[in-house]
T-cell receptor, first 108, second 112 residues
Framework: GIQVEQSPPDLILQEGANSTLRCNFSDSVNNLQWFHQNPWGQLINLFYIPSGTKQNGRLSATTVATERYSLLYISSSQTTDSGVYFCAVLKNDYKLSFGAGTTVTVRA | ETGVTQSPTHLIKTRGQQVTLRCSSQSGHNTVSWYQQALGQGPQFIFQYYREEENGRGNFPPRFSGLQFPNYSSELNVNALELDDSALYLC???????????FGPGTRLTVL
């Protein structure tokens, strides 16, 4: 099956700092989603981005499908940005394959 | 707010028992998927239902089974519970014509 690797595994930020999370995948995909998992376990959709660039407030994402990677940018980080960020991809089937996640801690 | 709800929120069972977890999605979301997330890991795909039929299955044994109902609700049943079944179970639904998945808040199952 398709392999998804996320880096770094852990990230500690001071409030106000910017950061970049990376997701590499091993094959072409039809769908790529970024999620934020809050401390209660809820997976919150951030972006549906199989290719191109999207922005939503302080978050933006870029997927370069031909090179099989995606980047999630967090600007002016806030303590509420803390949590685990997952990248998940879907090929020509029915299941999302998730990476292991990046745990982000934003300190005040 | 994804419009996907799950019940119960938490559940404690003992080894060998059976459990049923429930999920309710929005009208028009005719595909539902279930995932298992062990502590510290990413979610793993269990199976997907489309129009009340199993549409695909991950690497889980037959004691994991499911149902989808016409009213956009779904069940995950696990028989003969094992300690390793302790995890967060997530349900996700997709609107008709899309492959974007929206997740519910999950059910945290503890097997003692």
């Amino acid at each position: 099956g398709i392999q998804v690797e996320q880096s770094p595994p852990d990230l500690i930020l001071q409030e106000g700092a910017n950061s970049t999370l990376r997701c590499n995948f091993s094959d072409s995909v039809n769908n790529l989603q970024w999620f934020h998992q809050n401390p209660w376990g809820q997976l919150i959709n951030l972006f549906y981005i199989p290719s191109g660039t999207k922005q939503n407030g302080r978050l933006s994402a870029t997927t370069v499908a031909t090179e099989r990677y995606s980047l999630l940018y967090i600007s002016s980080s806030q303590t509420t940005d803390s949590g685990v960020y997952f990248c998940a991809v879907l090929k020509n089937d029915y299941k999302l394959s998730f990476g292991a996640g990046t745990t982000v801690t934003v300190r005040a | 707010e994804t419009g996907v709800t799950q019940s119960p929120t938490h559940l404690i069972k003992t080894r060998g028992q059976q459990v049923t977890l429930r999920c309710s999605s929005q009208s028009g979301h005719n595909t539902v998927s279930w995932y298992q997330q062990a502590l510290g890991q990413g979610p793993q795909f269990i199976f997907q239902y489309y129009r009340e039929e199993e549409n695909g299955r991950g690497n889980f044994p037959p004691r994991f089974s499911g149902l989808q109902f016409p009213n956009y609700s779904s069940e995950l049943n696990v028989n003969a519970l094992e300690l390793d079944d302790s995890a967060l179970y997530l349900c996700a639904s997709s609107p008709l014509g899309t492959d974007t998945q929206y997740f519910g808040p999950g059910t945290r199952l503890t097997v003692l």
